[in-house]
């Protein structure tokens, strides 16, 4: 009788599932547009790689020339654009928040230990003391210098070109303060009254719903409408592979010249066809064509 050894059991074998990589569709930059873009972009950051005086991590513009105004009257509230790939995240920035009055209401759940907003400002401060120092050039100076992003409670941010318009944040177009909302809309929140008079007031704080809009205020760039002929957005930064800057470039024409993202975007009449001209740079760079007039 024949006698047969037990079978070894089979070798488990652990296979790790590949994680998809999901491939960028391009909606407006055809074929020819996309090289001028990676042509265009490969000079500029060479031309940065070679000026030692300049870091690593330089913004790389966007410049769109229009054929018609993006905004009948000045606008001063940035619009937020998304993008395919991140900016940014919050934990890399150096972030202000300016409060309504007083600030503790709103401060003491936003730092609480374990919440999700703990760590996430470098200042937070109320209303009137920002008022108070926008009286002095060299603080705000300071404080522009000091924060990488500004963000302000949508119930006092229309209040702020009063007496800030002038200053450096609004003059140099690169840390126009942003709003956002301390809790999410809920018309059946709970209202509580007021010290100082009989109104009710909503003051909730969700840090998780916070710390949402500024995930996405970092991740995503920005843009105020024009009563010019031109636009200027940040896409990334140098140290960015090419063809993530031209995805974003992509993103960026999409949400501008697409109806369905109407009031925020779709605001560049005739869409693709209302553009003269296209160009990248940087802040102090000469600009690299992409588009140029009478090619569209």
């Given at each position: 009788?024949?006698?047969?050894?037990?079978?070894?059991?089979?070798?488990?074998?652990?296979?790790?599932?590949?994680?998809e990589?999901s491939?960028?569709?391009?909606?407006v930059l055809?074929?020819?547009?996309?090289?001028?873009?990676?042509?265009?972009?490969?000079?500029?950051?060479a031309?940065?790689?070679?000026?030692?005086?300049?870091?690593?991590?330089?913004?790389?513009?966007?410049?769109?020339?229009?054929?018609?105004?993006?905004?009948?009257?000045?606008?001063?509230?940035?619009?937020?654009?998304p993008?395919?790939?991140?900016?940014?995240?919050?934990?890399?920035?150096?972030?202000?928040?300016?409060?309504?009055?007083?600030?503790?209401?709103?401060k003491g759940?936003?730092?609480?230990?374990?919440?999700?907003?703990?760590?996430?400002?470098?200042?937070?401060?109320?209303?009137?003391k920002?008022k108070a120092m926008?009286?002095?050039?060299?603080?705000?100076?300071?404080?522009?210098h000091e924060?990488?992003?500004?963000?302000v409670?949508?119930?006092?941010?229309?209040?702020?070109?009063?007496?800030?318009?002038?200053?450096i944040?609004?003059?140099?177009?690169?840390?126009?303060?942003?709003?956002?909302?301390?809790?999410?809309?809920?018309?059946?929140?709970?209202?509580?009254?007021?010290k100082?008079?009989?109104?009710?007031?909503?003051e909730?704080?969700?840090?998780?719903?916070i710390?949402?809009?500024?995930?996405?205020?970092?991740?995503?760039?920005?843009?105020?409408?024009?009563?010019?002929?031109?636009?200027?957005?940040?896409?990334?930064?140098?140290?960015?592979?090419?063809?993530?800057?031209?995805e974003?470039?992509?993103?960026?024409?999409?949400?501008l010249t697409?109806?369905?993202?109407?009031?925020?975007?779709?605001?560049?009449?005739?869409g693709?066809?209302?553009i003269?001209?296209?160009?990248v740079?940087?802040?102090d760079?000469?600009a690299l064509p992409?588009?140029?007039?009478?090619?569209?």
């Amino acid at each position: 009788m024949a006698i047969y050894a037990n079978p070894k059991p089979a070798k488990l074998v652990e296979v790790k599932k590949q994680k998809e990589v999901s491939v960028y569709k391009y909606s407006v930059l055809d074929e020819q547009l996309q090289a001028n873009a990676i042509r265009s972009l490969r000079s500029l950051i060479a031309h940065l790689k070679s000026t030692p005086s300049l870091t690593s991590h330089e913004p790389i513009l966007l410049v769109i020339d229009t054929k018609e105004p993006t905004a009948k009257a000045t606008e001063l509230v940035p619009r937020i654009v998304p993008v395919y790939n991140a900016l940014e995240k919050p934990i890399n920035q150096k972030i202000l928040l300016i409060t309504k009055d007083p600030v503790m209401t709103y401060k003491g759940p936003i730092t609480e230990k374990g919440s999700k907003t703990e760590n996430l400002f470098h200042d937070i401060m109320c209303f009137k003391k920002l008022k108070a120092m926008s009286k002095n050039n060299k603080l705000m100076t300071k404080l522009y210098h000091e924060n990488d992003l500004v963000v302000v409670d949508h119930r006092v941010h229309r209040l702020l070109p009063t007496f800030l318009s002038k200053s450096i944040f609004y003059k140099s177009g690169q840390k126009i303060p942003l709003m956002i909302q301390m809790a999410r809309p809920d018309p059946d929140a709970k209202l509580v009254k007021s010290k100082k008079s009989n109104k009710l007031k909503d003051e909730r704080v969700e840090p998780s719903y916070i710390y949402k809009q500024i995930s996405s205020i970092c991740k995503n760039t920005k843009f105020i409408p024009s009563t010019g002929n031109c636009l200027t957005i940040v896409i990334g930064y140098s140290d960015f592979k090419v063809e993530k800057l031209v995805e974003n470039i992509d993103c960026i024409l999409n949400y501008l010249t697409d109806s369905q993202f109407k009031p925020v975007g779709g605001i560049i009449k005739k869409g693709f066809k209302g553009i003269d001209d296209l160009h990248v740079r940087t802040k102090d760079s000469v600009a690299l064509p992409i588009l140029e007039k009478g090619s569209n």
